[in-house]
């Protein structure tokens, strides 16, 4: 590996896949790094007990944790990651690392709801206040800045609703103000869409979802644009003690070889199945950004390189004896509240939504599908029997 490229930004992203944070020094000559499972280290020499570059506890990582940070970085573009225990918890993190009491953050209204949960409870107890924004402001975002502003959360596309965010002009008036731009970046997997290329200074990533891939790990990281970010990055995941298991680490890092065949399949799948919906006389309207019928899909065509897997989809007005048939009737999709998985998932969404801006009429309920690795016409097949149950 020592004679392989170090820079990989030249590279595909497949090839990136396959070599970001491979090293043989960690791997004693295996193809993947050892996983320590560790707490303590023993130190031999006195003067590497304090003040020392060297690391003197597991908590800060092992070589797995390492990969796996190089891995993400290298991924999104940046110059290093923060590994934390779940998605929640780095999304917790970047928002900590910006917070400043008597601040207030601006903060899109499509938000993951346990992201706003964070904002609206301990980060209010701590004097940080919220302000939710419309995720269709773009650079109107200007005219909500004041001197008392932290820092502008964006998720794109937003949670469950998917309005994709004009990202490059947020970022604009933010530098404008010298402001952080922070950006839960998941639904790209921070594959579709380069953060750094488009003015976020901190991206996250739940490696729960794509990245693990499997439905049996969780995962975050925190992946910062420049020195500056990965220093206070780092600085606050150390603060607080958030670190990342070797054994959960290992399967994330083994879940990113492959997850640029997985999700070349499960995007392709999505598109099929959203184009099928969108013909179908039960559906109202299919929300996925890569669909023309999409409010902001020239937006999306303009920032991202594909689309994953995850859409949602409204229907129009169902009896609910028979919408509650009609999901737990499937054969192949399951309800579940995750995403991202080998595995289908289709769960009803409106009970979830909390927005500060009034509710959006919508003539039946909002589902979200996330598409897994099955086939495309089996799972057609699936919905489609699904909707005969909402017929008598
Ligand atoms: C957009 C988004 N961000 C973050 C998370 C949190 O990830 P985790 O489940 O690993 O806490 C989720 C989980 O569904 C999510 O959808």
């Not at 020592?2 to 193809?31: C, I, N």
């Not at 706003?116 to 701590?126: P, S, V």
């Not at 419309?134 to 998917?162: K, Q, W, Y």
Request: hydrophobic share 45%.
């Amino acid at each position: 590996m020592s004679q392989r490229p170090r820079d990989l930004s030249k590279l595909r992203l497949e090839t990136r896949l396959v070599l970001a944070g491979r090293d043989s020094a960690r791997s004693e000559g295996a193809v993947n790094p050892a996983v320590h499972r560790a707490t303590t280290l023993l130190i031999a020499d006195t003067d590497d007990l304090y003040n020392t570059p060297k690391s003197t506890y597991a908590l800060d990582g092992m070589a797995v944790q390492q990969a796996l940070r190089e891995a993400v970085a290298a991924i999104e573009g940046g110059v290093d990651a923060a590994l934390t225990p779940s998605g929640l918890a780095a999304c917790t993190l970047a928002l900590t690392t910006v917070a400043r009491a008597g601040g207030e953050r601006l903060v899109t209204d499509a938000l993951y709801a346990p992201t706003r949960r964070f904002c609206d409870t301990t980060l209010r107890r701590l004097g940080v206040r919220t302000r939710y924004f419309d995720p269709r402001l773009g650079a109107a975002i200007a005219e909500l800045m004041t001197p008392d502003t932290c820092g502008v959360f964006l998720e794109s596309p937003g949670s469950l609703t998917f309005e994709v965010q004009d990202v490059p002009a947020i970022a604009a008036a933010a530098r404008a103000r010298n402001l952080p731009v922070l950006l839960d970046n998941t639904w790209s997997a921070g594959i579709f869409f380069q953060p750094f290329e488009h003015g976020v200074d901190v991206s996250i990533q739940a490696l729960t979802k794509y990245q693990g891939g499997h439905a049996d790990v969780f995962m975050g990281a925190v992946v910062s644009a420049n020195e500056h970010w990965a220093q206070r990055v780092l600085a606050t995941c150390k603060q607080i003690g958030m670190s990342a298991a070797p054994d959960d680490a290992y399967l994330v890092l083994r879940g990113m070889r492959t997850l640029g065949l997985r999700l070349e399949r499960q995007s392709a799948s999505a598109l099929q199945i959203a184009h099928w919906l969108e013909s179908r006389a039960e559906v109202a309207e299919v929300i996925c950004p890569a669909l023309p019928s999409h409010p902001d899909h020239a937006i999306w065509a303009r920032d991202f390189s594909g689309c994953s897997g995850v859409f949602g989809c409204v229907l129009n007005a169902v009896d609910p004896a028979r919408f509650k048939a009609m999901l737990e009737g499937y054969a192949i999709f399951a309800m579940g509240f995750s995403w991202g998985g080998y595995e289908s998932l289709i769960v009803p969404t409106d009970d979830n939504i909390r927005r500060a801006s009034a509710p959006q009429a919508r003539p039946g309920p909002l589902l979200r599908l996330s598409i897994g690795l099955e086939h495309a016409d089996d799972l057609i097949a699936d919905l489609e029997a699904g909707f005969a149950r909402l017929t008598p």
